[in-house]
């Protein structure tokens, strides 16, 4: 029990202790914990006092870092809360967000955009982004049923089909919209604002609201089928709702920042060595650690070095090796 509220405390304290750590680094200026304390204080009108921060400083901490930390946390915990649910109703450890074609279809409706500036980005990546999955469940459909392995299967056929079409783009686009359409398959934080995270944040917390709300019954599908209508669930209802919810938190992140590859897939394993696989408390674990590790590659990959690299090759960098890491020390164990 008492290990269990450290679990827990650890989970609220984490993401705000990396907050605002995130908060005071960056690659124009850092700043001490005191002063930004006291510049909150100052903000909030707890404080009167007359020294505040120099220069450019409150413009960086709250017109650039702040939105960035924000869209960074929320990006993260979709991707992970996606990549649980999906592995919960699909029985399958290896099934992450982009195995419905979300991915390459977001990604062709944002090079799409880009080369052809009919609507915004934003919008164009999240509506391909359906519509791959839309494809994905319709190519699987085999009369009143639909196999999990067929809509694999379907995903895998429906993103190599964008991933081709994205192909054509590039191969079409100048040297300047072919330099902005590889950003943004890499990941792109570097552009956050809080016109995105405006845009991001309502689909995104509908979906992990309706996600948390049905998190007991991801167990449940976790059984089987046959398990979950013995005790009055309509399974395929269910799996329904859980994957629009997961489609929609993740088109709205990677409509926002782009690709990153292997996130949502990596996280789930951890949350469940750390908490086990009992959904409904794994559920907040993917929130927690997955937007904290993403806000900890962030900052890694704007501080390490004076250029920024995009986050989709650190999240590939640092998700690989810890990916066979684990599996070769047995620690992903999907029956336990």
Not at 41 to 68: H, N
Request: proline share 4%; charged share 10%.
């Amino acid at each position: 029990m008492i290990k269990s509220v450290k679990k827990g405390a650890l989970l609220i304290l984490l993401p705000i202790i990396l907050l605002c750590i995130s908060l005071i680094i960056g690659s124009s200026q850092n700043i001490g914990f005191g002063e930004l304390f006291h510049h909150i204080a100052l903000e909030l009108g707890i404080s009167k006092d007359d020294v505040v921060l120099q220069g450019s400083l409150p413009t960086i901490l709250w017109q650039v870092r702040l939105p960035r930390i924000i869209l960074t946390f929320l990006v993260g915990a979709s991707l992970a809360s996606s990549g649980g649910v999906l592995q919960a109703v699909f029985r399958n450890p290896i099934v992450d967000p982009f195995t419905l074609g979300i991915s390459s279809g977001s990604a062709f409706g944002a090079a799409l955009a880009m080369l052809f500036p009919v609507m915004a980005v934003n919008t164009s990546a999240f509506i391909f982004g359906v519509i791959a999955v839309a494809v994905t469940y319709l190519v699987s459909c085999a009369g009143a049923k639909t196999s999990i392995v067929s809509m694999v299967l379907a995903g895998m056929i429906v993103s190599g089909v964008f991933t081709a079409l994205l192909t054509v783009l590039q191969y079409l686009s100048d040297p300047y919209k072919l330099q902005a359409i590889i950003q943004w398959t890499m990941g792109n934080l570097h552009t956050a604002s809080w016109q995105k995270v405006h845009t991001a944040i309502f689909p995104v917390l509908i979906g992990l609201f309706i996600i948390i709300i049905l998190r007991w019954k991801l167990n449940l599908l976790a059984l089987g089928d046959q398990e979950a209508m013995a005790v009055g669930v309509n399974p395929t209802v269910l799996k329904l709702i859980l994957m629009a919810a997961a489609t929609m938190i993740t088109a709205s992140s990677v409509a926002a920042v782009g690709v990153i590859s292997l996130f949502g897939l990596i996280v789930p394993h951890i949350s469940r060595m750390i908490f086990g696989p009992n959904n409904s408390i794994t559920v907040w674990a993917n929130i927690s650690i997955g937007g904290t590790f993403l806000l900890l590659i962030d900052d890694f990959s704007r501080t390490a070095m004076p250029f920024e690299i995009p986050i989709g090759v650190f999240t590939m960098i640092i998700g690989a090796p810890v990916f066979i890491y684990l599996m070769r020390r047995n620690a992903i164990n999907w029956n336990s």
